[in-house]
């Protein structure tokens, strides 16, 4: 049973940072492509940012690149997004996803496992 679970969400103003971690149990890094995908309130879902099985590649929305960074450690079995210049805009729920595949695909619905989510709020 793959079992994700995020923290590291918080209210910040903006300009500030955080930093995201999901942690994997059940699960072997290296061989899924992971990512990061938000939803705010009235919005659909939205992929951030993934990275495949290895790490060779890596996915960023536009409305996010040159602030955030996707990262993983597989020796702990964590995956990071560290979140710089933090924007009102980004306030949303965060979700951790795998999916059982190397590729990373757009669609949420691509991906089979998800954690919780965790909160992020960003203030003017």
């Known amino acids: 049973q793959v079992q994700l679970v995020e923290s590291g969400g918080g209210s910040v103003q903006a300009g500030g940072s955080l930093r995201l971690s999901c942690a994997a149990s059940?699960?072997?890094?290296?061989?899924?492509?992971m990512g990061w995908f938000r939803q705010a309130p009235g919005k659909e879902r939205e992929r951030v940012a993934t990275?495949?099985?290895?790490?060779?590649?890596?996915y960023y929305a536009d409305s996010v690149k040159g602030r955030f960074t996707i990262s993983q450690d597989n020796g702990k079995n964590t995956m990071y997004l560290q979140m710089n210049s933090l924007k009102p805009d980004d306030t949303a729920m965060y979700y951790c996803?795998?999916?059982?595949?190397?590729?990373?695909?757009?669609?949420?619905?691509?991906?089979?496992?998800w954690g919780q989510g965790t909160q992020v709020t960003v203030s003017s």
């Open positions: 059940g699960y072997i890094y290296g061989r899924n492509c």
């Open positions: 990275i495949s099985a290895g790490g060779g590649s890596t």
């Open positions: 996803a795998a999916r059982s595949g190397a590729n990373c695909y757009i669609s949420p619905g691509s991906y089979n496992y």
